[in-house]
Nanobody, 112 residues
Framework: QVQLVESGGGLVQPGGSLKLSCVAS????????MHWYRQAPGKERELVAS????????YYKDSVRGRFTIFTDNAKNTLYLQMNSLKPEDTAMYSC?????WGPGTQVTVSS
């Protein structure tokens, strides 16, 4: 049974940083691409970042490229999203995804 559990969200001031984690189980973590999505109130869910199974290639949404970094720790079956220079428009529920499954999400709020 695939399970994905996110953590690390919270309230941060503009310009601040957060590191999101997603612990995965129920599949061979190191062989699957992993994704971070976000959904703000009243908006559609959007892909923020993806990383391929080898960890050698990453995709970033234009608005976060250079500020966010996606990476994995295969020994811990964990996906991360390091978010720096956060902006109010980054406020959303962030969820990780793999194999068509989703975690419940972790809320990120950027506000002064």
């Amino acid at each position: 049974q695939v399970q994905l559990v996110e953590s690390g969200g919270g309230l941060v001031q503009p310009g601040g940083s957060l590191k999101l984690s997603c612990v995965a189980s129920g599949f061979t973590f190191s062989s699957k691409a992993m994704h971070w999505y976000r959904q703000a109130p009243g908006k559609e869910r959007e892909l923020v970042a993806s990383i391929n199974s080898s960890g050698g290639n990453a995709y970033y949404k234009d608005s976060v490229r250079g500020r966010f970094t996606i990476f994995t720790d295969n020994a811990k079956n964990t996906l991360y999203l390091q978010m720096n220079s956060l902006k109010p428009e980054d406020t959303a529920m962030y969820s990780c995804s793999a194999l068509g499954y989703w975690g419940p999400g972790t809320q990120v709020t950027v506000s002064s």
